[in-house]
Structure formats: structure tokens, C-alpha cells
């Protein structure tokens, strides 16, 4: 089966501009199309599988309860327009943890392709960090990046003279996820 990570804020959601979390349902807010991209990606047989840094638990922001209420009307939302997420890791521990699941480590995809038997490097990892390109390249996804969210930010940093960003250069850039979707629709 063909999978696609996806990263969470950014990529499906709007980052939140002044405090930079979603904190509960009412924050969080799909970016446009969205919903139509992980539909049709569902609809053509991928498997789609989130996969987001949430360090506002760790931080004391807010809980891990209003996480998953969050990510239960997410779901919802999305099966509402006939898309469907396989599942959604996320890492809740403060940047400073230490911990292997936090991006840019690969340790929710490793747990993931555990979980599911996936042959990670036949998948594709949609994200708008560095991170996330990072993350996708140490677990043997192909990167791929979205100008949307941080995409911006992170595409200038890795054409600029730095040798971190440059490693993290992603395989393809696309506006957002739903243009995202229109190329994988075709492979």
C-alpha cells in the first residue's frame, strides 16, 4: 500500500500566528484545500499517516487531552469529506527531552512503519520544516516540502551557504499540500 506522511501544523492546519500552538479546537482552522488533498489521496488508495512535534505539552501550554480532542475532530472532519488518516503520532515532550521521537529524529516514522509494516523508503513525508525534511531523510522517505506555514522560511534557509540546511534539502517543493497531492495523485 502506498503511504504519505504528513506533517500537522502547517501542512493540514494553519499555524496559529501569535502564540505558534494550537492550544484547542477553536485555534485550529484547515489550510485551504486541505480536506480536498487528504480525500483524494485517500481516495486513490494511500495510506495516510500524520506525524507532528507537539512540545506545547511538554511546555505546559496545554494537555494531552485537549491534544487528542483536537485531533479527534480533525479526524472527523476529514472522514466527513470521505478522507481518512490511519493514524496520528505525535511527540509531547519538551524540545529539550532528549526523547527519539521528536522531529528531526525519525523515531514516529520508525514506530509507524513498525506498527504497520511499511517499507519506509517507498513513502513520501509532506512537511513545511527542515525537521520534517529531516526527519524523512534519517527514516528513508522521500521529503517533501510545502511552502505553507514554515515552508517559506525553510526553503530560504536551505538555499542559503548553510551546510545543515543544505543536507536537508527536500525532492520536490510544492506550494501546498493539495498541489502536494496533485503529483502524488500521478505517481
Not at 75 to 92: F, N, R, S, T, W
Amino acid at each position: 500500500m502506498k503511504t504519505v506522511f504528513l506533517d500537522r501544523d502547517g501542512v493540514i492546519n494553519e499555524n496559529p500566528p501569535d502564540y505558534g500552538y494550537v492550544r484547542n479546537w477553536t485555534e485550529f482552522a484547515f489550510l485551504p484545500n486541505a480536506l480536498a488533498a487528504i480525500r483524494d489521496l485517500t481516495h486513490i488508495g494511500y495510506r495516510i499517516i500524520v506525524v507532528t512535534n507537539q512540545a506545547g505539552i511538554g511546555k505546559g501550554i496545554y494537555t494531552e487531552q485537549h491534544l487528542v480532542d483536537i485531533h479527534c475532530r480533525m479526524l472527523a472532519e476529514i472522514e466527513k469529506v470521505g478522507g481518512q488518516i490511519c493514524k496520528v503520532y505525535y511527540c509531547p515532550h519538551h524540545p529539550e527531552a532528549g526523547c527519539e521521537c521528536r522531529k528531526p529524529k525519525p523515531g514516529m516514522l520508525i514506530q509507524a512503519a513498525r506498527e504497520h509494516e511499511i517499507d519506509v523508503s517507498n513513502t513520501f513525508f509532506i512537511g513545511d520544516s527542515i525537521t520534517d525534511i529531516q526527519a524523512a531523510r534519517s527514516a528513508g522517505a522521500s521529503p517533501i516540502l510545502v511552502l505553507t506555514g514554515h515552508g517559506r522560511d525553510s526553503y530560504n534557509r536551505y538555499t542559503n551557504s548553510d551546510s545543515t540546511a543544505k543536507i536537508s534539502k527536500p525532492d520536490k517543493i510544492f506550494t501546498n499540500l493539495y498541489t502536494a497531492s496533485r503529483w502524488l495523485i500521478q505517481c
